[in-house]
């Protein structure tokens, strides 16, 4: 667990994590409580594409996958899925925290009648399905092609589809920030839970998928190359 740790939030990645959490806070003014689901959700989301990017393709670094590789299967999926819980959990304390940066910073007011403690609860509860469903994308086509490169930008460019108007083609349950009761008198913004579910469930197939990628043969990025290592089960 340590060296699982160690590999995951290793000092530069909480360095621009928190960077990146406080720049959010800083460059999205809101007036309401019910305003923030919307200034941190699709944010942290793309945060989380690039911080889990790597949670296997680290073992390329210095050359560790053909070492790496020879583990056995089951070992390799473990470690995998470690990494990815203790990414997902290190973003959602980051969420818990820098929501109440924004009431701190721009003092906003509550008009609705929903308490802030229900408004919290839901913007934690859809930036955590955000955020494991676009971490867990990322890494998959990561590891499917063996390019963080690649991985980090389809996972943005899916970011960008469903963060922008062209998302309202999609049904309903489909648009992952979808947001309801925009248009209410009371001012109440909610996540679509059907579609945070949809992408759970979403990102659970790909966490499936990730046992099968894990057995291909990794590819050579030096001029040695990688010996053939078969899978142990």
Same mark, same amino acid.
């Given at each position: ?68 590789? =020879?583990?056995?299967? =089951? ?102 920030? !979808? ?16 579609? !945070? ?30 010996? =053939? ?5």
């Amino acid at each position: 667990m340590r060296y699982e740790l160690k590999i995951t939030l290793p000092i530069y990645k909480i360095l621009y994590s928190l960077a990146f959490m406080v720049i959010i806070v800083l460059v999205s003014p809101i007036n309401s409580f019910s305003g923030i689901i919307t200034a941190v959700e699709p944010n942290v989301a793309l945060l989380a594409s690039v911080f889990m990017a790597d949670n296997y393709y680290k073992e390329y670094v210095g050359e560790r996958v053909a070492v790496f590789y =020879r583990y056995p299967i =089951r070992k390799k999926y473990i470690s995998m899925l470690v990494r990815t819980l203790l990414s997902w959990l290190y973003l959602l304390i980051l969420v818990a925290v820098f929501y109440w940066g924004f009431v701190w910073w721009y003092q906003p007011s509550n008009f609705s009648q929903i308490p802030i403690w229900k408004m919290y609860a839901d913007t934690l509860a859809a930036c955590a399905a955000s955020m494991f469903f676009a971490g867990v994308f990322s890494f998959t086509v990561t590891n499917a092609i063996q390019k963080i490169g690649i991985g980090i930008g389809v996972t943005f460019f899916l970011w960008l589809f469903l963060t922008s108007t062209m998302a309202n083609v999609l049904p309903q349950p489909v648009q992952l920030f !979808r947001i309801i009761g925009s248009t209410s008198q009371l001012g109440v913004l909610e996540p679509d839970y059907r579609s !945070r579910v949809f992408y759970i469930l979403m990102g659970a197939v790909l966490l499936v998928l990730n046992w099968l990628i894990l057995q291909i043969q990794p590819g050579s990025n030096t001029k040695k190359g990688w010996m =053939r290592y078969g899978n142990k089960h």
